[in-house]
T-cell receptor
Framework: KQEVTQIPAALSVPEGENLVLNCSFTDSAIYNLQWFRQDPGKGLTSLLLIQSSQREQTSGRLNASLDKSSGRSTLYIAASQPGDSATYLCAPRNNNDMRFGAGTRLTVKP | GAVVSQHPSWVICKSGTSVKIECRSLDFQATTMFWYRQFPKQSLMLMATSNEGSKATYEQGVEKDKFLINHASLTLSTLTVTSAHPEDSSFYIC????????????FGPGTRLTVL
């Protein structure tokens, strides 16, 4: 069974900083991996989807990388803003299901 | 991206009653649907996976007689929590995907269930 670990569990930074969120997973036989953000009490917003054959994906200030063989993915957020404050979830997909990490709770202070 | 809706967005019920939650894919055909639950400050835990027209596959530890899942069409799946108890109070999130495992999975906004 896939186990997903996200480090750090929580992160507080001043506005404008660049930051990296880490995700590791135990089963590298994945189809793809998605990064999501979740605001308190809300559902998930998909940020980036990386296929197993890809090394990275970019969307605006976000860049996600994938090292499938070592079971790692990182989410890089450039020039962080208070509106980026949320919980960020990493979810690799194996076969027919997707497993989630516990998330990194990010707070960006003005 | 594609849109998945859930109804209701929140529900409060008395212990012992049954509650039905609907999940709809609004602009695509969802060949596979997933149900997750999330306790406060914890991550999403997969409860079951269903393919249209087939019985759901439940994760270990999830009671299939308590959490009834019906995926009767390519745009609708329902989760019925039978004889709900306070420990069933949680945030339930559905997800849908069209086609194979390489395709993106889209998530609904969630349903907050509170059992008194």
């Amino acid at each position: 069974k896939q186990e997903v670990t996200q480090i750090p569990a929580a992160l507080s930074v001043p506005e404008g900083e660049n930051l990296v969120l880490n995700c590791s997973f135990t089963d590298s036989a994945i189809y793809n991996l998605q990064w999501f953000r979740q605001d308190p009490g809300k559902g998930l917003t998909s940020l980036l989807l990386i296929q197993s054959s890809q090394r990275e994906q970019t969307s605006g200030r976000l860049n996600a990388s994938l090292d499938k063989s070592s079971g790692r993915s990182t989410l890089y957020i450039a020039a962080s803003q208070p509106g980026d404050s949320a919980t960020y979830l990493c979810a690799p997909r194996n076969n027919n299901d997707m497993r989630f990490g516990a998330g990194t709770r990010l707070t960006v202070k003005p | 991206g594609a849109v998945v809706s859930q109804h209701p967005s929140w529900v409060i019920c008395k212990s012992g009653t049954s509650v039905k939650i609907e999940c709809r894919s609004l602009d695509f055909q969802a060949t596979t649907m997933f149900w997750y639950r999330q306790f406060p400050k914890q991550s999403l835990m997969l409860m079951a996976t269903s393919n249209e027209g087939s019985k759901a596959t439940y994760e270990q530890g999830v009671e299939k007689d308590k959490f009834l899942i019906n995926h009767a069409s390519l745009t609708l799946s329902t989760l019925t929590v039978t004889s709900a108890h306070p420990e069933d109070s949680s945030f339930y999130i559905c997800s849908a995907r069209s086609g194979g495992s390489y395709n993106e999975q889209f998530f609904g906004p969630g349903t907050r269930l509170t059992v008194l």
